[in-house]
Structures are given as structure tokens and as C-alpha cells.
T-cell receptor
């Protein structure tokens, strides 16, 4: 099992460029989410999805788009990169039975994508 | 707005001692609270969960307490080892895993 796979691991963009961060999971999890992690601010939720075809905004969605055409994939698109989007991005997935007595709501994270916008 | 506070200062302890990390939260009613470990350059890894109706949970050398009245969780690592050195994140959720919110984490250094 690969778990949650993110690509690329590192990327440098110029202001105004667009790009897509890829995320794939092989655990058949319904829930997937994207976070950004900045020093001193912890993980902040960008967008999330509760299943194929269903997405919604998190705490910091501006400048980002997502789609969920399959259960496995949840790409994050930067429309026009800005220096404020320099960050480490993490994709996570979880089993949808997290609030049940048997569930833990455990999030499985990828290894992160470090993005620098010049 | 919802807020999770963890001690931003690093915690330095001697090997063999008990490390205690604190997580406080406001404006939130979690169904459960989780603790994650994050090593430099890696993604967070789930450690354990405690539910709103539980006071204490143990897993090997780890112990978590949860006080919903004080809105606080304490995370203990007993008989700490240098390999326990990492950043520990507190997380809250009442959605089952798609809108989990995180604290900024506390960096733990265990000296041999």
C-alpha cells in the first residue's frame, strides 16, 4: 500500500504562473482534504471533499481550486501563484466512518509538497 | 473563531523523564481530540484519539487526558527517549475526518 502520494515534492514558481499539486490515495477513503502549513500557524484547511464529485471550501480557499472526479485523486490547482502561497502543502485522506464507535477519524497524510513562489 | 493553542516554545527534557504537552481550545465542541507526531520534512502521523466522553487514554508510553470543561488536553510521554524528539500536533474534529482543525504544534527535544 502506498497510502497517500503527493507530487511534486518541490516546486518553484514565478508570480502569476499556474500549477497543479497532485494527490492520490489507494485506501478507498471517501474523505480527502488539502492543508497548507506555515511556520507558527499550524495546518490550515484549504479545501476538502467528502466523496467523488463533492468538494467544499475550508478556512483558506482563495487562490485555489479543487476537483474530485474519482475516489482516488484530489488535485489542488493554483490559478495564479502569489508569494503568499509559498508554503508546504499536505494532502490527507480518512475513512468516512470516523465518527462511529469503531472509527478514529485518523487522517493519513502525504509527505508534502514544498512550494516557493518568487 | 475556533482556536487551538499549543505551547509555541520548544520543550527540552532529559531522557527517561516524562514529557507533558498541553493543548487548549476555544469556540469549539469537538467529538474527539487527536494527537499527531510530525518529523522534519515529513507529513503528520496519527498517534491516538480520545473522545469527548473519555477522560483518559493510554497507548504504550503515551497517555492523553481530555477535560471538556477546561477545554484542555494533556499529552504525556513517559520514559522519554531521544527518538521521541519531534513536533506534536493537537487536532480537533466533530465531522468524522474531513474538517479537522490543528494546533501549531509543540517541538519536543529529548536529550540523551
Amino acid at each position: 500500500n502506498a497510502g497517500v502520494t503527493q507530487t511534486p515534492k518541490f516546486q518553484v514558481l514565478k508570480t502569476g504562473q499556474s500549477m497543479t499539486l497532485q494527490c492520490a490515495q489507494d485506501m478507498n477513503h471517501e474523505y480527502m482534504s488539502w492543508y497548507r502549513q506555515d511556520p507558527g500557524m499550524g495546518l490550515r484547511l484549504i479545501h476538502y471533499s467528502v466523496g467523488a464529485g463533492i468538494t467544499d471550501q475550508g478556512e483558506v480557499p482563495n487562490g485555489y481550486n479543487v476537483s474530485r472526479s474519482t475516489t482516488e485523486d484530489f488535485p489542488l490547482r493554483l490559478l495564479s501563484a502569489a508569494p503568499s502561497q509559498t508554503s508546504v502543502y499536505f494532502c490527507a485522506s480518512s475513512y468516512s466512518g470516523g465518527l462511529t464507535l469503531a472509527g478514529t477519524g485518523e487522517l493519513f497524510f502525504g509527505e508534502g509538497s514544498r512550494l516557493t513562489v518568487l | 473563531s475556533q482556536k487551538i493553542e499549543q505551547n509555541s516554545e520548544a520543550l527540552n527534557i532529559q531522557e527517561g523523564k516524562t514529557a507533558t504537552l498541553t493543548c487548549n481550545y476555544t469556540n469549539y465542541s469537538p467529538a474527539y481530540l487527536q494527537w499527531y507526531r510530525q518529523d522534519p520534512g515529513r507529513g503528520p502521523v496519527f498517534l491516538l484519539l480520545i473522545r469527548e466522553n473519555e477522560k483518559e487514554k493510554r497507548k504504550e508510553r503515551l497517555k492523553v487526558t481530555f477535560d471538556t470543561t477546561l477545554k484542555q488536553s494533556l499529552f504525556h510521554i513517559t520514559a522519554s527517549q531521544p527518538a521521541d524528539s519531534a513536533t506534536y500536533l493537537c487536532a480537533l474534529d466533530n465531522t468524522g475526518g474531513f474538517k479537522t482543525i490543528f494546533g501549531a504544534g509543540t517541538r519536543l527535544f529529548v536529550k540523551a
